[in-house]
C-alpha cells in the first residue's frame, strides 16, 4: 500500500512566487479517484483540467458561470475521501539572492529547496507521516520544468539517507495528459501559488485567509501549506530565520 503524491509545480513567469503542490493517496485509492476524475470531466466535456484556462473562462471552461464553476469544482472533490492529504509549498522567487547570503544550499534552485521540504514535511511532523513511514512514498510529478533533474537526483540521494530508513521508493516524471491526477495537482497548484503571491504581496504570509476556488477546495480534503514568510522582504531574510519561520523546515 505504497502512498503515492502527485506534484505539479505553477511558475507564471509573471508571479513573484513558484509553487510545487499535489495530492498524496494509496495506489488503490488514487484508482478510484482517477476513474471518478474523467468522469466528471465527460460530463463537462473538459478534455484537460488546466486551471489556468479554467480561472481566465477560456478553452474547455468558456462560457461557465461563476455557479458553474463552482459546482464543477464540488464534483470534482466528490471522491476527495480517497485522497489522504494535499500539499502546497510556495516561495518567493528573490530565494536566489538569498542563497548568496548563507551556506548550505547555495547550489540548490527554488524548486530544489520547494521539493526537498515537500519530502521532508511528508515523512516527519505531520499526522500521515506514520502512514507513509509505514508503506513508503512514491512521487509522480509533472515532467517539463528545467528543475526536475535536480529533483531526481535530489530524491535518489535521500532515498539512501539513514534519516528516511528506505521509506522513499520511486519517483516518475508524467506527462500533463497522462492523468487526471496530474492535472487536479495543476489544479491545486495554480491556485495555490495565486494565493502565496498576494501573501507575499501584502506580508501576510500564512495568515492571509483563504478565499474562492482555493478555499472551496481546501474543506474537501486536509493540506499542508506554507508560504515564505517574509514575502517579498525574503531578500534581507537569512537562511536561518527562514527555517524557523517556516511551518516547513528545509534539510541541511
Known amino acids: 500500500m505504497v502512498m503515492v503524491c502527485y506534484l505539479d509545480d505553477s511558475d507564471a513567469e509573471t508571479s513573484s512566487v513558484g509553487t510545487l503542490a499535489g495530492y498524496v493517496a494509496t495506489a488503490d485509492n488514487w484508482e478510484i479517484v482517477e476513474a471518478h476524475l474523467q468522469s466528471v470531466c465527460d460530463a463537462y466535456d473538459v478534455t484537460t483540467l488546466h486551471a489556468k484556462e479554467f480561472h481566465d473562462t477560456k478553452g474547455d471552461f468558456k462560457g461557465w458561470s461563476r455557479i458553474k464553476k463552482n459546482s464543477f469544482v464540488d464534483e470534482l472533490y466528490a471522491k476527495a475521501n480517497h485522497m489522504t492529504w494535499g500539499v502546497a509549498f510556495s516561495m518567493a522567487k528573490d530565494w536566489s539572492d538569498v542563497k548568496k547570503q548563507t551556506t548550505g544550499n547555495e547550489r540548490m534552485s527554488l524548486f530544489g529547496v520547494v521539493f526537498a521540504a ?27 520544468h528545467r528543475n526536475n533533474d535536480e ?69 474537501k480534503v486536509p493540506h499542508l501549506e506554507a508560504i515564505t514568510p517574509r514575502g517579498m522582504k525574503l531578500r534581507t531574510a537569512t537562511l536561518e530565520e527562514f527555517e524557523t519561520e517556516n511551518p516547513f523546515r528545509v534539510p541541511r
Open 118 to 144: 515537500i519530502l521532508l514535511k511528508l515523512h516527519s511532523g505531520n499526522p500521515l507521516s506514520q502512514l507513509i513511514q509505514e508503506h513508503g512514498l512514491a512521487f509522480k510529478v509533472e515532467s517539463g
Open 151 to 219: 529533483i531526481e537526483q535530489y530524491f535518489h540521494r535521500m532515498s539512501k539517507n539513514e534519516h528516511y530508513d528506505g521509506t522513499l521508493k520511486s519517483i516518475e516524471f508524467v506527462d500533463k495528459h497522462s492523468s487526471r491526477a496530474i492535472q487536479l495537482a495543476d489544479f491545486l497548484a495554480f491556485h495555490s501559488r495565486r494565493r502565496a503571491a498576494l501573501a507575499c504581496a501584502t506580508g501576510k504570509g500564512n495568515s492571509l485567509p483563504t478565499k474562492g476556488i482555493l478555499k472551496r477546495i481546501h474543506t
